[in-house]
């Protein structure tokens, strides 16, 4: 996949260091007059893994879903791996190959079994041989713990089964970053913990990953940083020890105060 | 409740004593849906009333008093059947017997009107087969049901290579009624998808000229476009070429078709919940994979009650085909009442054309209520 | 891992690189674009294709150019019935005219017996009563699988034609009569003063909204309830009807008489006019029934029960919470059911009623203007679908839930 660099010239000085997965500068958005998000500067490392959290509204969801372009960004440039997101149909289809992406309410294709869910994309997209689509498919399946249930169809599962299907789709493209949007906020509670057990065993992997996420706990065992957003801007990042023990803004506080201590 | 002491009975397990008489069995089924008031008796009566006024007389028309038998004389030979051979009073139901060869085939000869079965058994066959939910796989049966199946019974029905050809002239009866409708729906599913498509499309012109040609031809009647197709599309053709009166029909039909069915095809986009375009847009699927692997196949589901009714109604509306002198089902049963040998059994025609055109329907309808009755619950399977 | 701390400065993708050049094919912009281009060229391209036969085909056959001046030329042939004066001498322009009345008429009639026709059916479903509701849904099950015209054929050459002869007419009160040739009423004839009547009823209804008007403002105002429908309705009724005494019948009646071969006088609605009418209603009704109970039943169940809760008394129930809801819900499909009785009024013509499709196939047949005409007859549907959609839009603008 490195060739990729070389296959994008445009992108490749973008990409000064190897290092770098995601660079966003200045990025800006519009939803008509509303401006979601105002002048995002954001750099993730290869193998980061990043925390986002903030109030209803503040943009995080719109930042993660610009990273493979489920939002087009008005003003500033991405670039996932060396490939810019412009309005370059190749470059876009190159991104979302790279970034695999679990949503809130898992959006599984109901008519399709467990199984071809999760071989739709590397048969069509990667143009895998089937067989060898559902043996990887297979596997990810055993590492979300949910082996048994590839043949039935995503109705007849619980949502925190569903969800782990959805993270095992999005794994069998062999994604280099994973982004999350709030994966576990339509979930019951006692289905919550088998969802981020999956996570937290994927960041041990050593995937680079984004996650929208209010599970505070879920961001200090694995995030190597938390960022903080209101209003569409960052307001604060930090380490996650750094982050929740001493904020620096008032708004953090608040925050932080809301969420912890409900 | 007055006396405690003297329960016996330990706490759970009281045994379950029948209601009061007035709430269960005929009475008091009679009293809660018939006479619960006496406004209720009332509209009950009268209902009884209108009931018998209309039903026994029907019944004795239909059935009691009814001719059914060809005279010995006509069995034989001696002379064709005749209205004067209906001599009970009631429906003369001879009239539909001795027709009933030009009812379904119209003036198809009869030597050659096992094709017309033989289409009729594949077609039935098929959908079936698509329909039904033991049969698992049915890739191989659409591809034979809108691919193969429409040049096969192209073929059989008309003639060519080896079996002679049956000019379309003399096609009628039912079985004009079931190509007209059968050939509006499916060459009408693919126009509509795209139709719908287009009109769902982010792109303005796209998206203006499929929203002008649906509401084009949902705006107007269907017997207008019968119309321009068969006195206006002629003069646009090129010098030399010419439709058919079946072909210009057709064509009308399923244009006409296509816009209810892109309406229909669009309820069943708009049920999709957007999740499902952007987690299909998030692996990386482009539009028309995304449109075929994931959107089409949840759409077309849901449409599909809404599709079995546009059939319904197509197989209505092709009556109007008489207005540029077809003879459908209908014209044709018509026309035989009008024979000067069986003057005076319009009502016959009629009541027996009705018949059958209830009995396809309603089955139709019955199965699309189920289907839909089915997606509420769920797509659990 | 490394970690960057603080804001990891910008600099890893810092800088603003040249606008690059993408590839048109590649350009999802362009692409919707050059999408766009080729329909519309492809559009174009079959217009021009059919528009060079045709003028090809005018050209060889001498036909004359696309023109309407031939609606001034004398028509030759006369309609049944007609609600404007025609000669054989008018012109065809007129004849289309009247064709284009008789649709509106009957589709007008046709309407009003639907929509009666089927909320009293609708209702009906929907009763308790057992008998009741299955008479309605069986009603409901035949009307809607038989196709419309085998229905019109039905009314007009099975039942019209078993009507008795004009000497054995069946008679209501001896004021309405019915017969193998139509429907015979009483011709209401205008007299002097009846003007006055008619302000009556004017004032009646208009004094009847400013009470329902003002017992709402007092109500929402100092919580005191007026009997609005008793006072309204008996208002309504009693004003035109005291006036109507006061001027001593100030319409009089025309009544239909016996002659020779039929009746005379008073007011004929034809059996073609008569079939169509009642063939569509009754049709139409179907469909209106399904919609009236289907709109009822879409209210769920927890808003009459919560309603009941608050302790507002069924009446008040069905007024002020199920009522609004269900009118949401029937009233968009009410509307395309009445675009669809006009375009079923087309039907006309196999049962020998000259609407305006029947009148447009006789011009077209006599003076080969065969473009012309469809032009007419699209312009007219489309009108009234326009009309039609036009007042739905505004209506669904107005009456659409306030959801986030």
């Known amino acids: 996949m490195s060739t990729q660099a070389q296959a994008n010239p445009s992108g490749a000085d973008l990409a000064i260091s190897d290092e770098v997965m995601i660079g966003l500068t200045g990025v800006n958005k519009w939803y008509g007059q509303f401006h979601v998000l105002k002048d995002i500067d954001l750099t993730v490392l290869k193998g980061e893994r990043i925390v986002i959290c903030g109030p209803s509204g503040s943009g995080k969801s719109t930042l993660i879903r610009c990273i493979n372009r489920l939002e087009e960004h008005q003003r500033g440039r991405i670039v996932v791996d060396g490939i810019e997101l412009t309005h370059d149909l190749k470059n876009i289809e190159k991104v979302r190959r790279e970034v695999g992406m679990v949503f809130q309410h898992f959006n599984l294709f109901p008519h399709l079994t467990v199984l071809d869910n999760l071989t739709l994309a590397p048969i069509w997209v990667k143009k895998v041989p089937k067989k060898e689509a559902e043996e990887v498919a297979m596997h990810y399946l055993k590492r979300v713990k949910i082996p048994e249930q590839a043949g039935k169809f995503p109705g007849q599962l619980s949502g925190g089964q569903q969800q782990r299907v959805a993270i095992a789709r999005s794994l069998c493209m062999s994604p280099k970053v994973m982004l999350f949007d709030e994966p576990t906020s339509a979930l019951d509670p006692e289905m919550i913990k088998e969802v981020l057990d999956v996570m937290i065993e994927l960041a041990r992997s050593g995937m680079t990953m984004i996650c929208v996420t209010h599970e505070m706990g879920f961001a200090r065992t694995v995030a190597n940083r938390v960022i903080f957003m209101d209003k569409g801007e960052i307001i604060e990042q930090n380490e996650p020890e750094e982050f929740f023990n001493n904020p620096k803004s008032d708004r953090t506080k608040l925050f932080l105060s809301q969420i912890l201590h409900h | 409740m007055t006396d405690m002491t003297d329960q016996s009975i330990v706490p759970g397990t009281r045994p379950d004593l029948p209601p009061p008489v007035t709430e269960s069995g005929v009475i008091g089924w009679l009293r809660h849906n018939l006479f619960s008031s006496w406004w209720d008796s009332l509209l009950t009566l009268s209902a009884i009333y209108i009931v018998y006024l209309i039903v026994p007389p029907f019944i004795s028309w239909a059935f009691v008093n009814a001719d059914w038998q060809f005279l010995p004389s006509v069995i034989s030979g001696e002379k064709a059947p005749e209205f004067s051979d209906c001599t009970s009073g009631g429906a003369c139901w001879i009239f539909v017997r001795a027709r009933f060869g030009q009812f379904f085939y119209g003036f198809y000869p009869d030597a050659e009107r096992w094709r017309v079965n033989l289409v009729l058994v594949m077609l039935v066959a098929s959908i079936y087969g698509l329909l039904s939910e033991r049969i698992k796989n049915k890739k191989p049966i659409a591809w034979f049901f809108f691919a193969v199946f429409p040049l096969l019974a192209f073929f059989l029905l008309y003639g060519g290579i080896g079996l002679p050809v049956v000019p379309t002239q003399q096609w009628g009866g039912f079985m004009l009624t079931l190509t007209l409708a059968g050939i509006g729906i499916v060459f009408s599913l693919p126009i509509g998808i795209l139709l719908a498509l287009g009109r769902r499309s982010q792109l303005p012109i796209v998206h203006l000229l499929c929203v002008l040609f649906i509401e084009f031809a949902r705006g107007v009647p269907l017997i207008t476009i019968l119309f321009m197709a068969n006195v206006m599309l002629p003069l646009f053709l090129p010098q030399g070429v010419e439709f058919n009166i079946l072909l210009r029909v057709l064509i009308g039909v399923t244009l006409f078709a296509s816009a209810y069915m892109a309406e229909v095809i669009r309820g069943g986009l708009q049920a999709l919940p957007k999740g499902q375009y952007e987690g299909a847009m998030a692996m990386g699927l482009g539009y028309w994979a995304m449109m075929r692997l994931i959107i089409m196949p949840q759409a077309l589901r849901v449409a599909i009650p809404g599709i079995v009714n546009n059939f319904i109604s197509l197989t209505q509306d092709t009556t109007l085909v008489a207005i540029v002198g077809l003879y459908d089902f209908l014209n044709i049963v018509r026309a035989g009442s009008r024979d000067s040998n069986w003057i005076g059994t319009e009502i016959e025609g009629y009541v027996f054309c009705a018949f059958v055109y209830w009995i396809f329907c309603f089955a139709m309808s019955r199965y699309s209520m189920r289907i839909e009755r089915k997606l509420q619950t769920g797509h659990k399977r | ?390 007042i739905m839009n505004v209506y669904n603008k107005r009456a659409a839930l306030i959801e986030r």
């Open chain 3, 1 to 390: 891992m490394a970690l960057a701390k603080g804001a990891p400065e910008s600099g890893a993708v810092a800088n603003p690189a040249t606008p690059q050049v993408i590839a048109f094919w590649r350009d999802e912009r362009k692409r919707g674009m050059i999408a766009q281009v080729v329909v519309v060229a492809a559009l174009l391209g079959f217009i021009w294709f059919l528009l060079r036969n045709f003028l090809i085909k005018q050209e060889m056959s001498g036909a004359p150019p696309l023109s309407l001046y031939f609606l001034q030329d004398v028509a030759g042939f006369q309609l049944s019935f007609s609600l404007i004066p025609l000669t054989l001498d008018s012109p065809i322009g007129r004849v289309i005219f009247a064709g284009a009345l008789n649709t509106l008429i009957a589709a007008f009639f046709a309407g009003i017996i639907a929509t009666f026709l089927g909320l009293l059916v609708g209702i009906a479903r929907l009763s308790k009563n057992w008998l009741i509701s299955h008479i309605a849904a069986t009603y409901i099950e035949i009307i809607r699988n038989i196709p419309l015209l085998l229905q019109l054929v039905f009314w007009y050459g099975g039942v019209l034609t078993a009507l008795p002869k004009p000497k054995d007419s069946i008679s209501l009160l001896d004021v309405v009569f019915l017969n193998i040739k139509g429907l015979f009423l009483p011709k209401p004839i205008l007299q002097e003063g009846v003007g006055l009547f008619f302000i009556a009823i004017a004032v009646a209804i208009g004094l009847a909204i400013f009470i329902a008007r003002w017992a709402r403002k007092r109500q929402m105002a100092t919580g005191q309830q007026f009997p609005t429908i008793i006072v309204n309705t008996a208002l309504i009724i009693l004003l035109p009807a005291f006036v109507f005494v006061l001027l001593h019948d100030p319409i009089g009646w025309e009544f239909p008489e016996k002659g020779a071969f039929n009746f005379k006088g008073g007011l004929t609605v034809q059996p073609e006019m008569t079939a169509l009418i009642v063939g569509i209603g009754i049709s139409t009704a179907a469909y209106v029934a399904e919609i009236v109970r289907a709109g009822i039943i879409s209210v769920s169940h927890g808003q009459s029960e919560a309603s009941h809760a608050l302790g507002l008394k069924s009446s008040w129930t069905l007024r002020l919470v199920v009522l609004p809801q269900a009118l949401r819900v029937i009233i968009p499909p009410m509307i395309s059911q009445y675009l669809n009785v006009v375009k079923n009024s087309t039907l006309a013509g196999f049962i020998g009623y000259a609407d305006l499709f029947a009148v447009i196939g006789t011009s077209q047949n006599q003076t080969g203007r065969a473009v012309e005409c469809v032009v007419i007859l699209m312009v007219f549907y489309l009108t009234i679908s326009l009309i039609i959609s036009t």
